[in-house]
């Protein structure tokens, strides 16, 4: 996680590494966009890895709906800890394998859109002052911000590139 100076930088970041991965994803010929790879990982396509995100916003979005109103969220998700994130991550590939390429770059766009909004309804002190909701106990809003959006859309970065590597190693050798 990298530290931050300022709300603005935090959201620019944000968006400069969520259009890297839709600018990976373009530099595909749409024809090859929906083509399933052989990687030695679960999310072997690009919607594989939009749906990931989307997920993880949506999960995101309910620990800060029910921690903002005083619950205690279920993180990471009901019926699973972090100790058992492989299988919620399996969990989560399973559920949107009938999802298309284009209903997943819709869905993980205006996910990104709402995760956005969230933080910009905050100040730069609120986002960073570690115990300032008893939700996030010793930490802040912005490792849960960070590690649900420009963290991981570092690692989707990484997963898109290897994915386009593989399309573009096959259209070489076919």
């Known amino acids: 996680m990298t530290t931050i100076h300022s709300k603005e930088h935090f959201l620019a970041e944000i968006q400069e590494s969520f259009e890297q991965i839709f600018t990976i994803i373009d530099s595909v010929p749409t024809r090859k966009r929906k083509l399933t790879v ?17 997920e993880w916003h949506a999960m995101l979005e309910r620990w800060y709906k029910e921690g903002m109103s005083g619950d205690t969220p279920s993180m990471p998700a009901p019926g699973y800890q972090w100790r058992t994130l492989q299988k919620l991550n399996y ?8 999802v298309t390429l284009t209903q997943a770059m819709k869905r993980v766009k205006l996910s990104h859109q709402r995760i956005v909004k ?10 960073m002052t570690k115990k300032m ?10 490792s849960y911000f960070a590690a649900n959006t420009v963290d ?19 259209d070489v050798e076919g």
């Open 38 to 54: 052989e990687i030695e990982s679960r999310d072997r396509n690009f919607r594989d890895v939009l749906m990931h995100l989307y």
């Open 152 to 170: 991981h859309y570092n690692w989707a970065i990484q997963k898109c590139t290897a994915i386009e590597k593989k399309i573009i190693e096959s």
């Open 91 to 98: 969990q989560i590939w399973i559920n949107y394998q009938d």
């Open 118 to 127: 969230l933080i910009e309804m905050h100040t730069y002190d609120e986002i």
């Open 133 to 142: 909701y008893k939700w996030t106990k010793t930490s802040n809003l912005y």
